[in-house]
């Protein structure tokens, strides 16, 4: 089963932690988002292997965009 991580909130993509096929825990985190000027870290809410990274550096996501996919354990 796959697992979607979506956004927040209005925000920067300040840095990429984690990478396709990497391995994830439920509280690990993915990225690293940026938002007046505060560091938001996104975590993965499940474990599992990292099959997408939906954003690059310097991209802006909204509320509900697509971060990453996940398949579950």
């Known amino acids: 089963m796959s697992h979607q991580v979506h956004a927040e909130l209005v925000a920067n993509?300040?840095?990429?932690?984690s990478a396709a096929g990497v391995r994830v825990g439920p509280q690990d985190t993915v990225v690293i988002l940026e938002s007046m000027k505060m560091e938001i870290p996104v975590h993965a809410e499940v474990a599992g292997t990292v099959s997408e990274i939906a954003v690059s550096v310097g991209d802006v996501v909204t509320e509900g965009d697509l971060i990453a996919e996940i398949d579950e354990d």
């Open 13 to 17: 993509v300040l840095t990429i932690v």
